[in-house]
């Protein structure tokens, strides 16, 4: 009455040459898992083709599984009234574990053994590689699952791809439709929220658990609904509980308040965060700028820029300013003039104010030899329209604004020996020592920085899915140097290459990140003075050393600037713009000096 | 393997055409006594007829003592099987109604049919093969 | 259990359409079952929904003594099913195919189905979707012959298939009737091959039944009459009821006669017709009985 093992080995014949080919990928794509970095490192050639067959494989694996499920299901169809098995004597209950079991065994369990194997050859262990099962099982099903239900709904393939198309193409046109609207029409994005929840977008770990809590939804409706449509083969049914049940998800989903997968925040009691921190703009560099926004294409916008200073953080830390929010002119007057949207994100530069003596103060007793000297970034403070700035220009009173700050400590993250092959695990990370590489003017040293992302490790810090802007602050948020231990002397990575990325993964974040990265250190440079060369006996008590920008926390300000007027014209100096070009010139060379062609 | 002879006619119910073609086969001493006779089965697959057919044909000719089933043997022409002298010519009755009728539709007198029969009985003594 | 299929003002529609209405069927065991009708007289959806492939709408039937709604492995384990609108395994062999059925059927008997292959000149290593139409309903019911079915249900099977192919289908099938247990449903909507084989004739169009008779009582029943009368009779007025469609031309007169009883009939006739002549009395083919059935009730015709 269960299991037929006849009806599984017919389905075995009947798609076996696609079970090679799937086989075949599944193998492919581990074993460059595996062994894709060694080769991508020692041939520069395949660096260029590992991402490109990665993202292909896992394509071909998608595309694989829209063929293989129906192929599988509609042998014995559910809908219509010509198949074969309906006068034969094979149970329904049978027929639908019997289909389960093959779907489940070949589709879902063995890339998910493939991946584990990844995973354990890669040096992952312990209680992460079972924190990967669910997750990976949650990953393959939910691909798996809607076009396992267009299947039982479809009588054939030609049906099954005429209605998925449709469907695909009815999506494609709805999103296409409402992008337009909301270019065209800001005022209906909060409408527009129902459909996207974009209220989600910078909370990473909110979003993930909403995603999850989706996913098994999915999952769970969609073993109700084939389970049904086994037993019952009431078509319209199916469909009714179907539409139904998607739109009980697009209600539940917002909503969503439940951040049940938020990492372990930062234990704050090991940490002091200054209650006397104070916020301030420099007075000397402000600039002024024009913005175009997409609709009136006549108006023109102002913006104002300018660098914002902090004070009063305790050694080791620094802050980040989030967003500003309620920005405004108060004038003696009574008038306020309020500004519009003002954006935060930016390129933070490694400057020397801010993040200099954070650093030097985490390493202490080692001396940084080669620190940095960039210039603060700007950042956005004012924007408003033409008109209004010309009619307040100059004019003096209070700038206000409620700012969001998020606060950094520099951490020792790794230290590794450097030495080839060195390798240092910590938490969820790993920093593997491939190579070290004599230069004319310092060394390079090629590591491999391998990271799980696992979506139930609660100690890792989720990445959005909608996250556009990846890594635009790795500059600070990572620091790679070398230290002599001997002599306490330390030197920055002039410059950091990325050798290739990303590895096993379809479409969604990757769980196993491994990326190879060049650091190019050199003793010659025009910041500092004459150092010491980086030569063997330097190198032979070195180690790598990695330190994390940790956040702890955030703290909420408001910038009150007396005296404050808009300004008629920038005021930045001649030489921050002559600063600025000599560093890109600077790295021009560099970049010639280390890759000759 | 069917060992009499017949020629089904629509219009005429199966059951009384095989009855009928069994008796003629008897008295024109294709069927002897103590021949074996097609089983159930053989009827219904080699004629096409259906198997409840062929089963009443032989019921019913059992009851009227035209077969007898021996066990272990089959069913078998009998003895008594052969013909009484007013079966005989009861059968031979309906024959030569039938032949008169037809004649006189086709305007065929009395001595064209006498010439007929004694070509025929002649053919049909020589083993009824040419 | 007396009755292979049983059915209880059976209905089925589709949305407006009133496929089957009303139906009211039995078919004993032991019996061959005949169940004509033109195209789109209901006669798959019948089946169909006796076979819970479809739900009915309304009435019940049953099965080998189970309601349709239940049948299950055991049931069909027993049930043989040909349909021309049936798919099949198109990228199986016949060997892949018939080695899979079997594996279904406790019953099955490997030294039938090698006959009944070998009879039916099926080319075992070859695909079933590049056999021809005939071939592959041979396939088809080799499939559904081998573990000798207590039941078979054909829906129109002979379709488009020469003679030769329906002979041997019709010599396959009478292979089934050595076992103890069966009982074959045959619908269609050509009466010539289940003339001599059906025991018992139901007649269905648009979806209701018109007549279900044993074919042996209704050709008994039925006869032609053919006389020459010698007065001119108005054929219309002070005819029987159950004399079908009267014809006159000059002095001959045709008419069917649908409950004739021997020696009655004869009386009735001189009644009617003093001095009439030349009557002939002629039985009539099953065929013959169906034509004077759909144009007596506009039944449209096969």
């Not at chain 2, 089963?55 to 089933?69: A, D, F, G, P, Y």
């Not at chain 3, 002070?238 to 079908?244: C, S």
Request: net charge neutral.
């Amino acid at each position: 009455m269960n299991f037929i093992p006849y009806l599984f080995k017919k389905d075995f014949l009947r798609i076996k040459s696609l079970l090679l080919v799937w086989f075949l990928l599944i193998l492919a794509q581990s074993a460059l898992s595996i062994g894709g970095i060694n080769l991508a490192t020692e041939f520069l050639e395949f660096q260029m083709f590992l991402p490109l067959f990665t993202k292909l494989f896992s394509f071909l694996q998608g595309l694989m599984i829209i063929v293989i499920v129906p192929l599988l299901i509609q042998d014995d169809s559910l809908v219509g009234a010509t198949a074969f098995w309906f006068t034969r004597p094979i149970s329904r209950k049978g027929l639908l574990i019997t289909k389960s079991c093959f779907i489940f065994t070949l589709l879902v369990a063995l890339p998910l053994i493939a991946e584990m194997s990844v995973l354990v050859t890669n040096g992952v262990t312990g209680h992460r590689i079972l924190l990967a099962v669910p997750e990976i099982l949650m990953e393959k099903l939910v691909f798996i699952i809607p076009f396992l239900i267009l299947a039982i709904l479809t009588p054939q393939f030609s049906k099954y791809a005429l209605v998925g198309i449709i469907i695909f193409a009815v999506f494609a046109v709805i999103v296409i439709i409402s992008s337009v609207i909301m270019m065209l029409l800001p005022k209906t994005i909060k409408i527009m929220n129902i459909f996207y929840n974009f209220e989600l977008i910078g909370n990473p770990s909110l979003e993930a658990s909403c995603r999850t809590a989706k996913d098994i939804y999915i999952i769970l409706i969609g073993f109700i609904l084939v389970a049904h449509q086994f037993l019952t083969r009431y078509t319209a049914r199916t469909i009714r509980w179907l539409v139904v049940a998607y739109l009980v998800m697009m209600c539940f989903t917002r909503p969503w308040n439940w951040d049940f997968l938020k990492e372990v925040p930062y234990d704050k009691s090991a940490v002091n965060i200054s209650q006397s921190l104070s916020v301030g703009f420099n007075p000397e560099g402000v600039i002024i700028s024009d913005e175009v926004r997409f609709r009136k294409k006549d108006a023109r916008e102002k913006s104002i820029s300018a660098k914002e200073t902090v004070s009063g953080l305790p050694a080791g830390q620094f802050a980040i300013l989030k967003e500003l929010k309620d920005v405004k002119m108060k004038y003696a007057d009574g008038t306020t003039l309020k500004s519009k949207y003002v954006s935060t994100s930016k390129k933070e530069a490694f400057s020397s104010e801010k993040f200099m003596p954070p650093l030097e103060a985490v390493l202490g007793q080692i001396k940084l030899l080669n620190p940095f000297k960039e210039q603060l970034s700007y950042t956005e403070i004012f924007s408003l329209e033409e008109s209004d700035f010309n009619q307040y220009r100059n004019k003096t009173g209070t700038y206000l604004a409620d700012a969001d700050f998020e606060i950094y400590k520099y951490e020792i993250g790794s230290r590794v020996p450097l030495k080839q092959g060195a390798r240092d695990l910590f938490g969820s990370e790993q920093i593997v020592i491939y190579d070290i590489l004599e230069r004319p003017n310092g060394v390079s040293v090629i590591i491999a920085e391998k990271k799980t992302n696992l979506l139930f490790d609660r100690e890792v810090k989720k990445k959005s899915r909608y996250n556009f802007a990846r890594d635009i602050y790795s500059d600070y948020n990572r620091v790679y140097l070398i230290v002599n231990k001997k002599r306490n002397e330390a030197f920055l990575a002039e410059i950091e290459s990325n050798l290739y990325a990303d590895m096993m993964a379809p479409f969604g974040p990757m769980r196993l990140e491994t990326k190879a990265k060049q650091f190019d250190f050199t003793y010659v440079n025009n910041r500092s003075g004459p150092l010491p060369k980086i030569d063997k006996e330097w190198l032979s008590d070195a180690e790598l050393l990695r330190i994390d920008a940790v956040k702890i926390g955030t703290q909420h300000r408001t910038f009150k600037i007396e005296n404050f007027s808009l300004p008629s014209q920038s005021t930045e100096t001649t030489q921050e713009i002559d600063e600025m070009d000599r560093q890109l010139k600077l790295q021009d060379k560099q970049m010639k000096k280390y890759y000759p062609e | 393997m069917i060992n009499f002879t017949i020629k089904f006619q629509s219009g005429i119910p199966i059951y009384e055409q095989v009855v009928y073609a069994v008796k003629k086969a008897i008295v024109t001493e294709q069927l002897k006594a103590g021949d074996r006779f097609p089983s159930v089965r053989e009827m219904s697959k080699e004629l096409r007829i259906n198997p409840n057919t062929a089963q009443k044909v032989v019921s019913h000719l059992v009851r009227e003592n035209i077969l007898e089933i021996k066990p272990g043997i089959g069913s078998t022409v009998s003895e008594l099987g052969v013909a009484t002298k007013a079966e005989r010519h009861r059968i031979l009755n309906d024959e030569v109604e039938k032949l008169i009728v037809e004649s006189k539709r086709l305007s065929i007198n009395k001595e064209e049919i006498m010439d007929a029969i004694d070509r025929h009985w002649k053919l049909d003594s020589k083993g009824g093969k040419e | 259990m007396n009755n292979a299929i049983e059915t209880r003002s059976l209905t089925k529609r589709f949305g407006k359409n009133i496929a089957v209405q009303n139906l009211n069927l039995t078919v004993p065991a032991r019996s061959i079952f005949a169940f004509l009708g033109p195209n789109g007289a209901g006669k798959t959806t019948t089946i169909k929904v006796i076979l819970n492939i479809m739900k009915a709408t309304q009435g019940s039937s049953t099965v080998l003594g189970v309601d349709s709604k239940e049948l299950g492995p055991e049931e069909f384990a027993q049930i043989g099913y040909v349909s021309e609108n049936q798919e099949m395994p198109e990228w199986m062999t016949v060997d892949q195919f018939l080695n899979y059925c079997k594996k279904m059927y406790s019953t099955w008997d490997d030294k039938f189905c090698n006959d009944l292959v070998e009879q039916f000149s099926l080319p075992s290593k070859q695909k079933l979707r590049s056999l021809s139409r005939g071939m592959k309903m041979k396939a088809a019911l080799v499939s559904s012959l081998a573990y000798r079915p207590k039941l078979l249900i054909f829906d129109e099977p002979f379709g488009g298939l020469d003679p030769l192919v329906r002979d041997e289908f019709i010599s396959g099938v009478l292979d089934i009737t050595e076992s103890e247990n069966w009982t074959i449903f045959i619908s269609s909507h050509d009466i010539d091959e289940v003339e001599r084989l059906a025991d018992r004739v139901g007649i269905i169009d648009k979806g209701l039944l018109k007549l279900v008779e044993q074919t042996e009582v209704l050709q008994n029943r039925f006869r032609r009459i053919e006389l020459i009368t010698n007065e001119a009779t108005d054929i219309k007025s002070g005819f029987p009821e159950e004399w079908f469609l009267p014809k006159q031309q000059d002095r001959a007169v045709q008419f069917v006669d649908s409950q004739y009883v021997k020696g009655k009939s004869e009386d009735n006739i001189r009644e009617i017709f003093p001095n009439c002549s030349n009557i002939e009395i002629s039985g009539m083919s099953l065929r013959e009985i169906f034509v004077v059935f759909a144009k007596k009730f506009k039944i449209s015709e096969l």
